[in-house]
């Protein structure tokens, strides 16, 4: 019964996202006010889409998509992603877009890339108010939902020796919002020379990118 439910969840898959999007799937990048390098990690995303190709049954397109909160293509998209070190700040109508988004069932996956945390948390409070992040627990299904990743979220640069955190944000049972705090994931998507990770740590991070996708697609 398991492995029929596999095969009837691949095949799902397969089917669903062309026909559902009207396109490969792809990441939308938010390409944000506020001063901060909304562009960081230039070659993460791609590096992702093509280890997804590789590794699962999604159909990918192999480049990233970037896009400002206020370009009407934006629910084109049903994953969103943002990074960087610097400050973020959304206008009003960004903040009610935004909301208005993952209300109707969108995602985002927000990456600290060290320096981003403060304006990140800020301007989400200004979107959800009456939300509070969640520490999702090792076992929750984000992190075991394509690979098992039994650790949680993987620690990929230590800046400040606080570990790596997966927080989320809800809309009733379902997660809107995946934030990967203390982890620093988009550098361990990047080519194997700018950092020159591990190859043990750099595979942990981007089977971490194809369960954070995997588990939106499904949850």
């Given at each position: 019964?398991i492995?029929?439910?596999k ?10 996202i ?9 990441i939308?990048?938010?390409?944000y ?11 993460s995303?791609?590096n992702?889409l093509?280890?997804i190709?590789e590794?699962t049954?999604?159909?990918v397109e192999?480049?990233e998509?970037q ?25 009003e109508?960004?903040?009610?877009i935004l909301?208005?988004y ?6 985002l996956h ?17 979107v ?7 520490e999702?627990?090792?076992d ?7 690979f ?7 620690k990929?640069h230590?800046?400040?020796g606080k ?5 989320g ?6 997660l809107?919002i995946?934030?990967s705090y203390?982890?620093?994931?988009g550098d ?5 020379n700018?950092?020159?990770n591990?190859?043990?740590?750099r595979?942990s ?6 369960n954070?996708v995997w588990?939106a697609?499904?949850q």
């Amino acid at each position: 019964m398991i492995v029929v439910k596999k095969i009837y969840l691949l095949l799902t898959i397969i089917l669903f996202i062309p026909y559902c999007y009207g396109q490969a799937f792809t990441i939308a990048r938010i390409h944000y006010n506020g001063g901060g390098d909304w562009y960081g990690d230039p070659s993460s995303l791609p590096n992702l889409l093509e280890y997804i190709a590789e590794n699962t049954s999604i159909i990918v397109e192999p480049n990233e998509y970037q896009i400002k909160l206020t370009n009407p293509d934006l629910n084109n998209h049903s994953f969103l992603y943002m990074t960087g070190h610097g400050n973020i700040r959304f206008t009003e109508d960004e903040i009610t877009i935004l909301r208005n988004y993952l209300i109707k069932g969108g995602f985002l996956h927000a990456d600290d890339n060290y320096g981003m945390d403060d304006s990140f948390r800020r301007e989400i409070k200004r979107v959800f108010p009456s939300k509070e992040w969640v520490e999702l627990p090792h076992d929750h299904s984000i992190f075991n939902s394509y690979f098992s990743l039994p650790n949680g979220l993987p620690k990929i640069h230590e800046h400040n020796g606080k570990p790596a955190q997966g927080l989320g944000l809800f809309e009733k049972d379902r997660l809107i919002i995946f934030y990967s705090y203390e982890s620093d994931l988009g550098d361990g998507w990047e080519d194997p020379n700018v950092h020159n990770n591990p190859l043990e740590l750099r595979e942990s991070a981007l089977k971490m990118g194809v369960n954070i996708v995997w588990f939106a697609l499904t949850q």
